[in-house]
């Protein structure tokens, strides 16, 4: 069975900062990767994904991740955050195969500030 | 074009009522999901439809809650008997592969569901 574990419920940064949201998975077998956005009363709108190839994904709005196995990450980055990214962003893995059924992280909450 | 839309938006019903969620997928995607978003338990999937191949029902919690595809298009998810754990917003995805492939779930903006 695979898991997802994204270790930081709420990560506070200022206007203009770089910020990282972690995000580590278990799987036996090949996976695809997910990183998921949530705007207040919104659905999930699509960031980025990893299916193969480049392990260094670009996604919308200026946000990228790097997919590496060895240690089962994909942290989701960006280098100047602005407060319209103040939202929540869930990490999701799926194994392809049996539908593409995902299995999301709990979340985390990216509070941007002035 | 026109995303997942999903009715009602929000549902308040009294516990023991049985409750009915619609999705109406983008025009061509072949595969439909529906998820659960609850604060205790987070995001967690439902049920899978993929052309007509028979559901994967994996994700049901229960033998309360069923759904249906009809047409390859449109789907409901029925809640029998309502429980007050079953207060979350239940959220619905379509997906167009194969051909795509693309693995991309475009996601409608959900139902709250309140047991009282």
């Known amino acids: 069975a695979q898991s997802v574990t994204q270790l930081d419920s709420q990560v506070p940064v200022f206007e203009e900062a770089p910020v990282e949201l972690r995000c580590n998975y278990s799987?036996?077998?090949?996976?695809?990767l997910f990183w998921y956005v949530q705007y207040p009363n919104q659905g999930l709108q699509l960031l980025l994904k990893?299916?193969?190839?480049?392990?260094l994904v670009k996604g919308i709005n200026g946000f990228e991740a790097e997919f590496n196995k060895s240690q089962t990450s994909f942290h989701l980055r960006k280098p100047s955050v602005h407060i319209s990214d103040t939202a929540e962003y869930f990490c999701?893995?799926?194994?392809?195969?049996?539908?593409?059924?995902?299995?999301f992280g709990t979340g985390t909450q990216l509070k941007v500030e002035l | 074009g026109a995303g997942v839309s999903q009715s009602p938006s929000n549902k308040v019903t009294e516990k023991g009522k049985d409750v009915e969620l619609r999705c109406d997928p983008i025009?061509?995607?072949?595969?439909l999901y529906w998820y659960r978003q609850s604060l205790g338990q987070g995001l967690e999937f439902l049920i899978y439809?993929?052309?007509?191949?028979?559901?994967?029902k994996s994700g049901l919690p229960s033998d309360r809650f069923s759904a249906e595809r009809t047409g390859g298009s449109v789907s409901t998810l029925t809640i029998q008997r309502t429980q007050q754990e079953d207060s979350a917003v239940y959220l619905c995805?379509?997906?167009?592969?194969?051909?795509?492939?693309?693995?991309?779930?475009?996601f409608g903006p959900g139902t709250r569901l309140t047991v009282t």
């Open positions: 995805a379509s997906s167009s592969m194969p051909p795509d492939r693309s693995y991309e779930q475009y």
């Open positions: 999701a893995v799926s194994e392809g195969g049996g539908g593409n059924k995902l299995t």
């Open positions: 439809f993929q052309g007509n191949s028979a559901p994967d």
């Open positions: 990893y299916l193969s190839g480049s392990t």
């Open positions: 025009s061509g995607h072949t595969a």
């Open positions: 799987s036996s077998v090949s996976v695809y």
